[in-house]
Structure formats: C-alpha cells, structure tokens
C-alpha cells in the first residue's frame, strides 16, 4: 500500500480526490472529512504518516501498527485506496513520492492543516487543485485525536488537597520570590462517577475534574495547570493532585517544587474538614485586598515545619494563614464542641465559604469531632 503508483491504474477521465494525515486514532470528524473529500471526485485516495514519520516529526510511534491501521482505513466505504507516506525528509509531504507520480486530481485539506502552504506548492508544481474544506458544524461532539489520547491516559481517581500556607502565592500576580506554598493531598479520592464532597469547597476539586477528563492535552499536569491559570487562580491544585504527598512549592508563576515528604507519619488521623454551609468563589476572591506579607511569613514557617518534621510548628503556620483570613473579613469559624481541643484550623481555598481545615493532637480527638454535623474526617495521602 505504500507503493509509487496505483495498481492497476485508475481508468482516465477519474476524477481523483487525495487526502493526508495522521490518522492515529479514527473518530468521527475524520469520517466527515472523508465522506466531504469523496464529494469533490470520483475516487479518493487517503494517506497517512508512517511510523518513521511520526517518530522523527512528532516523537512518538503511531496508537496501532501501520497495516492494521491501513486495513481500517481501506475498510470504509468512502475509501478507494491507501497510502502509507514513508518519505521522512519532508515535515508535512510525507507523501512527496507518491504524490509527484500519481498527480491527483484534487487534493483536499482541512481549514486547520498546518502544513497547508506546502501543500499548496505541492499543487502548483503537479497541476493538481486545491482545495480547503471548511469545518462543518457536527452532529456530535466534536473531539480530536489529541483529546482522546488525553482521555486515555487520565487517571481514574485522583486525590483533593489541603492547603497549610502560603496560598495565593501560586497565582502568578501575586507571586513572590523567596515565598512557599505548603499543601497536602488528601483521601477519600474522587472519580467521575464518585465525589464524596462537596463542590466548590476549595479542596482543588476544578484541578481534579480537568485531570480526570484528560485536561486537553497530552500532559495532563500542564493541561490542568493552564486551565487554573485560565480562571485567574493559581497552579497548586493540580500541581499537588499530580505529586501527592505533603510538598513544599516555591511561590511563582508555574509549580516548583522544593521538597516533598511522606505525610503519614505526620498527619494520620489529625485531619479533618468542615463544611461551611456556603460555596466559595476563588475567582471572586481573588480580586479582594490580601497581605500578602503576611501570607508569605505564614508559608515560610509552613515549609521550615516540612523540612524539620515538625507537626506543632505547621499548626502554627495554619493558625497564622487563619488569622489573615479573619483580617481579609471572612467569619469566624465555629468553637469546637465541648471536650474537644483543636490544635489549628483555616479555611481552606480562597476562603469566604467552602470548606474549613481543622487539625488535632491526636485521633480520639479527630475521631470526636466528626460524629457532629459538617465535620468529616481525612487521611493525607501519597501516591507511592
């Protein structure tokens, strides 16, 4: 199939169609294109990028082998033949070989083809027209090869997150050289079919959810990440989703990671987290006054308690970060119940709403606290 010419050869007067791509993952907008492609002539001819090709040109090898590839491609109805484009040395005419002998009568792109100028040229040289299909509204959702590659890849479940100090740090308006962001990941995890909390609870659950639906991108970390960026917040709830553990990020404008250890030793069975009643809008907050040095002290105190393993002197990075958050105007959080001793606590995610971190000295006391009403209890977790 990878042959100069068609054999045998076409009768004259055909009218022939010619196509190229990828192809890797067959979905419905490429039968579209097909189908839009046949239109134009009598009989179309589609080639796709070898192996080689994608190696040298996208650094990767193609989802299934080229003749399994070829055999599902010649299998559709709207396919006349198939060509496998073997020729390396020229980025988007892998198909250069073939093209100059066969002289199609058309060959079509779509309007997005990023090598439309050289194949262009291609056309001027051989006499062959040119022509742009435009992007049809379809009947289905419209996907790409790269999103399903992405969907593939996303995880199934994925840890929330807890956020110690230094929060706001991450967002690049607000980031300071020499300051940290100090965070946790958390369990029970989360799915797409199960979400044991609540939404918009400042847990990093929107970092999750792009995550879990493979982000848009072939990386799923810089997919989740720039999706964040995108609302005007900041990368810690990805950034952390993704690691897992209890990190210390240094403050800028994308993640980077100082340390990270083990959390279990630490934190098992002192955490637990509270339901405000109200949804937060880290957006919306986002735009209101911060201090933002007294943030930045309350992260550097988070971090030195991370690397000296030092469950007292995090609690009191926590109670510090609270305390910004009363002087910013957010409420109160609620007395613990009698009997209970609360070793720190803080609202979580931009505040105003949303869940509130509580830490104790011991599990009986956590344990306690979570047979009352909005209290529940979590683990901090890592991926190992």
């Known amino acids: 199939m990878s042959s100069p010419a068609l054999n045998p050869p076409l009768p004259a ?29 009598d009989h179309l001819t589609v080639s796709f990028a070898s192996e080689q090709v994608l ?16 055999s599902l491609l010649s299998s559709l109805r709207m396919v006349d033949s198939v060509v496998i484009g073997n020729n390396c040395e020229k980025l988007g005419l892998d198909f250069y070989d073939f ?12 309007t997005d083809d990023k090598y439309g100028d050289v194949k262009r040229e291609l056309c001027e040289r051989t006499g062959t027209q040119y022509i742009v299909l435009p992007k049809t509204p379809p009947s289905f959702s419209p996907v790409s090869t790269s999103s399903i590659l992405a969907l593939i890849k996303a995880p199934e479940y994925l840890p929330l997150r807890v956020d110690f100090a230094g929060g706001w740090l991450d967002v690049p308006r607000f980031a300071r050289e020499g300051g940290y962001i100090v965070n946790c990941s958390i369990s029970p995890l989360v799915s797409l079919s199960d979400w044991p909390y609540n939404l918009r609870g400042g ?14 991108s072939d990386n799923q970390l810089a997919g989740a990440v720039d999706k964040e960026l995108a609302l005007g917040v900041g990368w810690q709830d990805p950034a952390i989703i993704s690691e897992t553990g209890l990190v210390v990020w240094k403050s800028g404008a994308a993640p980077g990671m100082e340390v990270k250890i083990d959390p279990t030793s630490m934190l098992d069975g002192k955490m ?28 550097k105190k988070a971090r030195d308690a991370v690397w000296a ?8 990075s926590v109670n510090m970060s609270y305390q910004v958050q009363l002087n910013e105007g957010m409420v109160e959080l609620p007395v613990s119940p009698t009997g209970i001793d609360v070793r720190a606590k803080k609202y979580l995610g931009g505040g105003f709403g949303g869940y509130a971190l509580f830490l104790f000295h011991t599990r009986e006391e956590r344990d306690k606290i979570v047979k009352h009403d909005g209290y529940r209890s979590v683990e901090p977790y890592i991926d190992v």
């Open 13 to 41: 007067g055909i009218k022939t169609v010619f196509v190229s791509g990828c192809y890797d993952i067959l979905h419905a907008g490429h039968l579209t294109f097909f189908s839009q492609a046949k239109a134009l002539g």
């Open 55 to 70: 190696l040298k040109h996208k650094n990767r090898r193609p989802s299934i082998p080229d003749d399994h590839k070829a």
């Open 99 to 110: 093209f100059l002998e066969f002289k199609p009568s058309i060959l079509a792109a779509t």
């Open 203 to 216: 847990l990093g659950g929107s970092g999750a959810y792009a995550m879990l639906q493979g982000s848009g």
């Open 272 to 299: 637990a987290i509270y339901w405000t009643g109200d949804p937060h809008d880290t957006p919306g907050t986002a735009k209101l006054a911060k201090d933002l040095d007294a943030i930045e002290v309350a992260g």
């Open 309 to 316: 393993s030092d469950y007292d002197m995090l609690c009191d």
